[in-house]
């Protein structure tokens, strides 16, 4: 059996689904070699409501994959999603002791940066530098070494509601695990699928999920915006569901199966099946029918992705353009809807290739756990646990995190 030191565990606490990955790291490089999955029945946009029932689901989820790494799972890196996330700017300001900055200096302006004032209920679960400035110098990507008397970071923060951490943190205790780092979730699904170019250049990694849609701006190398929507592809189910007087069950498959974003795009004369309530035969449909009723929630969604970038005005400034993630950017014509919807390139993003059972681990869906593992290869200090969690439940995991997002977001 693979002792604990060697895996790194991904958690996935998902709307729709619970996915856990256990990875071996070696020489560096992550290899999985456990997977497992579960529906989730206790979140809703994103957020626990029942405790239970999610319990429930990681206890599933983690017992899959347990059997199949022949491992014993006890500390995962968690990820935290929900439309309670919220981010800000921020700085921070320090003088430079020995005019040559070093770690402390750096260590001491992020501690500075990070104690920006938030209401009770919320927390500051991480602390994204953008840039630094020294003797008023901006544009500082590493300041260590540089010579001067007064170091500055501008950074940006993201809180989340500190009841919403804690249920998560609580089902993973209660499934017999520790949460050794808690990481919103979109901030692992950029990782995941932004490449070097567009996060330079600046894009926008949108992760449509069952019941939200994450959004993460990345420009010049750092995070500019993440923001939350409530609205997923379980929405879009609902609707098929009440439109077509069906089960969410029949509506679901119906989706994946003839599911289509753009009713234009669909040849007229095509048709369905779709299986009726209560022993009523089945019936026929235009698949047209069925994309005319999902194009206005996808649009709908996308719509209300574009204003978040309005709002803090950002459209203009993401010339590389829009990158699809998460279940739903599977969703077919959901790229050109989005090419409409933005005005700028949409691609879809499919995070990379890991090696070991890696065929199963592929597609949109997986971005979030993925970007868990391999934000877990590197070690940092500065990449703190939100604070406020029950004493001794949680162990502060020393990774290179914090250093990684310095270096690409
Ligand atoms: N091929 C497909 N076509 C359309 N939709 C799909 C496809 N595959 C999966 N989905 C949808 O993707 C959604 C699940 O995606 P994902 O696993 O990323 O969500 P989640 O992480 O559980 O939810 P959230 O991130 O919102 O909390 C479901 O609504 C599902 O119907
Ligand atoms: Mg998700």
């Known amino acids: 059996m693979a002792s604990r030191a060697e895996i790194t565990v991904a958690l996935d606490v998902g709307t729709h689904r619970t996915a856990v990955l256990v990875a071996q790291r070696v020489a560096g490089t992550p290899r999985i070699t456990g997977v497992g999955t579960a529906p989730s029945r206790g979140l809703r946009r994103g957020a626990v409501v029942n405790i239970e029932a999610t319990v429930h689901s990681i206890e599933s989820a983690v017992r899959e994959a347990e059997r199949m790494a022949d491992c014993n799972i006890r500390a995962v890196l968690v990820a935290l999603g929900g439309s309670h996330i919220r981010s800000l700017d921020t700085s921070g300001m320090t ?45 500082i990507r590493d300041p260590y070494g540089m010579t001067g008397v007064r170091l500055e970071v501008r950074a940006h923060v993201l ?50 999920g069952g019941g939200t849609t994450e959004i993460v701006a990345v420009r010049g190398g750092a995070v500019r915006r993440v923001s939350v929507v409530g609205l997923g592809g379980g929405h879009v189910t609902g609707d098929i569901a009440t439109g077509l007087r069906t089960t969410g069950t029949e509506a679901e498959r119906i989706k994946l199966r003839h599911g289509h974003a753009l009713a234009a795009a669909v040849r007229a004369g095509e048709h369905i099946e779709v299986n009726g309530i209560g022993g009523h035969e089945p019936r026929m449909l235009s698949r047209q029918v069925l994309a005319e009723i999902i194009e206005p929630r996808a649009e709908e969604i996308l719509s209300l992705v574009r204003e978040r970038l309005e709002e803090s005005d950002l459209i203009g400034a993401l010339p590389a353009g829009v990158v699809l993630t998460g279940g739903s950017a599977s969703l077919p014509g959901l790229v050109e809807l989005g090419e409409k919807v933005f005005r700028l390139p949409v691609r879809l993003g499919e995070p990379h290739r890991i090696a070991g059972v890696g065929d199963v681990v592929s597609g949109p869906m997986w971005a979030t756990a993925i970007g868990l593992l391999e934000l877990a290869g590197e070690e940092s200090d500065d990449f703190e646990l939100p604070d406020g969690l029950p004493a001794g439940v949680v162990t502060r995991f020393r990774n290179r995190m914090g250093d990684w997002l310095r270096e690409f977001f």
């Open 159 to 208: 809180t989340a509601a500190r009841g919403a951490v804690q249920n998560l943190v609580r089902c993973c205790n209660r499934a017999g695990l520790e949460a050794s780092q808690v990481v919103v979730a979109p901030i692992a699904s950029a990782h995941a699928v932004l490449t070097p170019e567009e996060r330079e250049i600046g894009a926008v990694m949108v992760d449509i």
């Open 95 to 139: 003088p430079i002791h020995r005019h040559e900055v070093d770690l402390e200096d750096i260590d001491r302006v992020h501690a500075v940066a990070r104690a920006v004032a938030v209401p009770e209920d919320r927390e500051v679960v991480h602390v994204l530098p953008q840039d630094y400035v020294v003797d008023g110098q901006a544009g």
